[in-house]
């Protein structure tokens, strides 16, 4: 099989000739902590043809973006200038501010970014009224961003043909949204005090990101993973989750099912209090489950999902991050142990960063190749 065939065949559940290992390296990070390919397709040889494993091209539709106005402010007693970064908007000025830390890397506060988060002195969204301008200039992709786009997308479908990889679809998420633009204890103590705020800033990111899904599927695009990180009971209560996240990723997986795609759902710790929930949602596989710091043991996890498939089975920070090379041969045997060899894709979750010991990250490699074939033609769990 290539690699996308086995990809695919992986994460419908299917008859696989092995079992995939399609890991992540983190290329957003510090310098130190990066890996820096020169483009994809450095990264695609690589990964499968120096280091054998398989290998995903990820694809996204930006949103049409403002344009900030942004500057530093020096403040006495503050150990870190500020960074204010402010929209126009038709409804009124947009502003929220930031800390610049040393490794803070933008000269810009973006809408959607982990970097802000703990960083906000005040943040994008407080209050409906500041929902009410949010939306007013966060709108669907259109005119010169759908253009580069869809030649980005040419780009990554011509490279995946070359090397037999499938282009998978992202950029789709929901309760990020309020955790990116409000703060994580804004975001949860607003949800408690007024509920409206987050009913609101929800309904405006799904229609963006439903307009994106309904375009990469026009496209052509048939694998989509949609984030849900910041979905989970870390942030939400079940009831919550079922009113803000429910509703909008039950629409979703309709939409991709009926365009005969395949539904990859991103979720990695928080998720154990959902199981019931995620069991009755029609997605095709759950993404980077944390073994090891999710609180719920892997085997446990397939029990509690029949008919899902699953991405994931080691944990990056813990195995690879601070484990020594028999504890990650420990830890990939004990997730072949939890999930067979169909219907499961071994990767460490969530990324490998590039400052962590190399000999773990072969380590990994070399137990996979040594268990990932089955005994025959896998006609059931391995």
């Not at 500020?82 to 490794?103: C, F, I, M, Q, Y």
């Not at 580069?148 to 949204?177: D, M, Q, S, T, Y």
């Not at 979905?231 to 079940?238: A, E, H, I, V």
């Amino acid at each position: 099989m290539t690699p996308k065939e086995r990809i695919t065949a992986a994460l419908l559940g299917e008859d696989v000739d092995y079992t995939p290992c399609v890991p992540t390296f983190w290329t957003g990070a510090p310098e130190r902590e990066a890996f820096k390919w020169r483009d994809e397709e450095e990264m695609l040889e690589f990964l499968l043809r120096k280091l054998g494993v398989d290998a995903v091209l990820w694809f996204s539709i930006p949103h049409s973006q403002p344009p900030f106005r942004s500057w530093v402010e020096q403040v006495p007693g503050e150990r870190y200038p500020l960074l204010h970064s402010e929209v126009d908007t038709p409804k009124g000025k947009l502003r929220a501010t930031v800390r610049k830390t040393d490794d803070y890397p933008y000269d810009h506060v973006p809408f959607f970014s982990d970097w802000a988060v703990s960083r906000y002195v005040k943040p994008w969204i407080e209050t409906l009224e500041d929902v009410e301008k949010f939306a007013s200039t966060y709108r669907p992709p259109d005119g010169e961003v759908l253009s580069e786009a869809e030649e980005r997308l040419e780009h990554l479908r011509k490279l995946g043909e070359k090397w037999n990889v499938p282009v998978v679809g992202a950029g789709l998420f929901a309760l990020n949204a309020p955790i990116h633009l409000m703060g994580a204890e804004r975001a949860v103590l607003t949800s408690v005090d007024s509920p409206e705020v987050i009913d609101s800033l929800n309904e405006v990111v799904h229609s963006v990101n439903r307009r994106k899904l309904e375009t990469m599927l026009s496209w052509g695009v048939k694998i989509v993973v949609r984030n849900g990180w910041y979905d989970t009971t870390d942030f939400w209560s079940p009831s919550q989750y079922e009113r803000w996240v429910v509703p909008h990723l039950r629409e979703d997986i309709e939409l991709v099912r009926s365009a005969d795609g395949i539904f990859v759902y991103q979720a990695c710790t928080g998720i154990r209090p959902l199981l019931p929930i995620l069991r009755e949602l029609d997605f095709h596989c759950l993404l980077e489950p944390e073994p090891v710091l999710g609180g719920i043991d892997m085997a446990e996890l397939r029990e509690a999902l029949p008919g899902k498939s699953f991405w994931g089975g080691i944990s990056a920070p813990v195995h690879i991050g601070e484990g020594t090379p028999e504890k990650v041969r420990k830890a990939v045997r004990e997730a072949f142990s939890a999930f067979g060899k169909r219907g499961f894709i071994l990767k460490a979750v969530p990324s490998i960063r590039a400052h962590w010991p190399w000999e773990n990250v072969l380590a990994m490699v070399d137990e996979w190749k040594r268990l990932r074939y089955p005994r025959e033609l896998c006609s059931g769990r391995g």
